[in-house]
């Protein structure tokens, strides 16, 4: 499976942008990691592709939704009220059997990785 990460940019504190994520076949799931320059990878959000039940990282939370389309075999991720801290390079990653819920937040549990998409948000 190949995962095709679209969507960054360079957006001021308090806009939204919407990721994408393709996929060239389907999965149990997708999420979205994202990491910034220093630090670890951390989980953002994830989906179940077969029940669509979504997890979100504390952080994001109330902000971000990630969404499905399954005709299109696409994941997106639609970030609201974005804040510098958000500041990161996002990863979509995709996993043919997804993790039970106490692993969704573990990278690698993921066994497919996109490449990544740069977000940067000013003060």
């Known amino acids: 499976v190949q995962l095709q990460a679209s969507g960054g940019g360079l957006v001021q504190s308090g806009d939204s942008l919407r990721l994408s994520c393709a996929a060239s076949g389907r999965t149990g799931g997708t999420a979205w990691f994202r990491q910034a320059p220093g630090k670890e990878r951390e989980f953002v959000a994830a989906?179940?592709?077969?029940?669509?039940?979504?997890y979100y990282a504390d952080s994001v939370k109330g902000r971000f939704t990630i969404s499905r389309d399954t005709a299109k075999n696409a994941v997106y991720l639609q970030m609201n009220r974005l804040k510098p801290e958000d500041t990161a390079v996002y990863y979509c990653a995709a996993s043919l059997n997804f993790p039970i819920t106490s692993a969704v937040r573990d990278p690698p549990m993921y066994s497919y990785w996109g490449q990544g998409t740069q977000v940067t948000v000013s003060s």
């Open positions: 989906v179940r592709w077969s029940s669509s039940v979504t």
